[in-house]
């Protein structure tokens, strides 16, 4: 997948910033839930070549029963990008999500703003691409909950993007909002004031006009109904 230069100059930054940790010697891993070819698979190649089937393992275990934190900063740079690129899928993302968010603010400046560079990055390619593995109510829950990061710069940016794939997002989302169980936390308050205004309309009626086919149009009307009955209540 072609990537924009906004991403690639994110993910440069990332890799640089993490490169203060090489790969260890030795590992510790639990004999029961890691095998030798597992762990060989991840030194099979330069970091930047490593294959979502090669980490996939790692992606599951690190942490838990394989390495320690400085290992898992060697590998975080290539597991979010392959996570951005779709080769890890979104059964990865939680946990890794997880894993990075209980620590990531104890670390160096450099790091945290690298990893903060990287999820704006992504956040503006889901934008950008409709469908995507990692939807964005996931990259909602990334950016608000597992990284507590203020939530209205993501919104402002959505309300701010003119592509299709944005309005898409945004058709599918309003099912999806209007489905599940609301939750206490600050950033979902904000979330759901955020939906329940003029925003979410102003984005699917700036497409419906130019939507590229009647399945698109129908899939925006449809949000563009469900919206106007919600905000009501």
Known sequence: MDTPPDLDHALDALYAAFSRYPLPVKT???????????????????????????LQPYAWNGLYTWGDVEEFKHYLPRLLELLILEELDEVHASGLML??????????????????GTVRAWWRH????????????????????SLELDLAPYLAEWESNTTEAAARHMAWF??????SVARSDEWYTLLD???RGTAPAAILERAFFSAGSPEVAQDLSDALETHRIWSRR
């Open 174 to 179: 309003m099912h999806y909002f209007t489905v």
């Open 126 to 145: 889901t934008l950008n691409h409709y469908p995507r593995d990692v939807d964005v109510m996931m990259m909602i829950e990334i950016v608000a909950d």
């Open 99 to 116: 894993r990075l968010g209980v620590r990531w603010r104890t670390w160096m400046k450099t790091e945290q703003e690298a990893v903060i």
């Open 193 to 195: 004031d955020w939906i």
């Open 28 to 54: 510790e891993v639990c004999d029961h839930c890691v095998s030798d070819e597992e762990v060989r698979a991840t030194r099979a190649a330069p970091l930047r070549m490593l294959t979502a089937s090669a």
